[in-house]
């Protein structure tokens, strides 16, 4: 039961911490651009999942599954990869068109 409370807490800290990255790309694009695309970026989530595996540590595979899910389903909504210029600028294309 308390492995199941703390994989909760981090499933709802994971998606609660990925909009704090929206707020860096209004207050400085750059900034906000280098943050959001790291833990965007499929390589890294992939990379915290197998050293989960490797060190046989549950949460880091569980924070690596959801990281990777995350991206995943930005992907799939259009949301790419930012680039400086602003928040609407992604390597898929600009978002709302």
């Not at 911490?17 to 499929?42: D, E, M, Q, R």
């Not at 992907?75 to 928040?87: A, V």
Request: aromatic content about 18%; proline content about 0%.
């Amino acid at each position: 039961m308390q492995s199941l409370k703390l994989s909760m807490v981090v499933v709802f800290g994971l998606n609660f911490s990925t909009g704090f990255f929206y707020a860096w790309l209004y207050l400085n694009t750059k900034i906000g651009a280098y943050s959001y695309n790291l833990f965007h970026h499929k390589g890294l989530s992939v990379l915290l999942y197998l050293a989960g595996c490797y060190l046989k540590i549950e949460l880091l595979q569980l924070v690596g599954v959801i990281l990777f899910s995350h991206a995943a389903m930005d992907r799939i909504f259009g949301y790419g990869l930012k680039y400086e210029k602003g928040f609407k600028y992604t390597h898929l294309g600009e978002v709302g068109k």
